[in-house]
C-alpha cells in the first residue's frame, strides 16, 4: 500500500470507531505531537485515540494533499452538537506503518468542560 492507501485506512478506522484497526498500520516506535500532548508508541496511542474516536459523530475530510511518504489531512472533526472542529493532520508513512502523526486543532470544544 502506498501512503495515501494507510492514511485513509487510518481515517476508516476513526470512522469506524475501531481503534484496534490501526494496529498494522501503526509503527511500534510512532511519535505523536499535538494539543493534547506527546505520545510515543503505539500501543499508547492506539488507547488515547479510544477516546476520541468514541466521541467523534463524524468526519468529513476536506482535502489531502500527498509529498511522497507524508500525507496532510485537513478535516472537519464533528464531536458534539457544536460545530465541526477544524483540524489538519500530518502523517509520515515509512516501510509501510505510520511513524510520525503531527497534528493541530483548537481542543477546547471537544474537551469535557471541566478541562476547556
Same mark, same amino acid.
Given at each position: 500500500? =502506498? &501512503? $495515501? =492507501?494507510?492514511? #485513509?485506512?487510518?481515517?476508516? &478506522?476513526? !470512522? ?8 498494522? $498500520?501503526? @509503527?511500534?516506535?510512532? *511519535? ?5 500532548? !506527546?505520545?510515543? %508508541?503505539?500501543?499508547?496511542?492506539r488507547?488515547?485515540?479510544?477516546? $476520541?474516536? %468514541?466521541? /467523534? !459523530? ?8 500527498? +509529498?511522497?511518504? #507524508?500525507?496532510? /489531512? ?6 458534539? +452538537?457544536?460545530?465541526?472542529?477544524? @483540524?489538519?493532520?500530518?502523517? !509520515?508513512?515509512? %516501510?509501510?506503518?505510520? /511513524?510520525?502523526?503531527?497534528v &493541530?486543532? #483548537?481542543?477546547?470544544?471537544? $474537551?469535557? *468542560?471541566? @478541562?476547556?
Amino acid at each position: 500500500m =502506498n &501512503a $495515501l =492507501n494507510i492514511v #485513509d485506512a487510518y481515517f476508516a &478506522a476513526w !470512522r469506524a470507531d475501531a481503534p484496534d484497526q490501526l494496529e498494522p $498500520l501503526l @509503527a511500534e516506535d510512532i *511519535s505523536v505531537k499535538g494539543p493534547l500532548g !506527546r505520545i510515543e %508508541g503505539a500501543k499508547e496511542y492506539r488507547q488515547a485515540l479510544s477516546w $476520541l474516536f %468514541g466521541i /467523534t !459523530r463524524d468526519l468529513v475530510i476536506v482535502k489531502q494533499w500527498v +509529498d511522497g511518504p #507524508d500525507v496532510l /489531512t485537513w478535516f472537519d472533526l464533528h464531536a458534539n +452538537d457544536e460545530e465541526p472542529v477544524p @483540524a489538519v493532520n500530518w502523517l !509520515r508513512v515509512e %516501510g509501510g506503518r505510520i /511513524t510520525r502523526v503531527r497534528v &493541530a486543532f #483548537d481542543p477546547r470544544p471537544i $474537551l469535557p *468542560s471541566d @478541562a476547556a
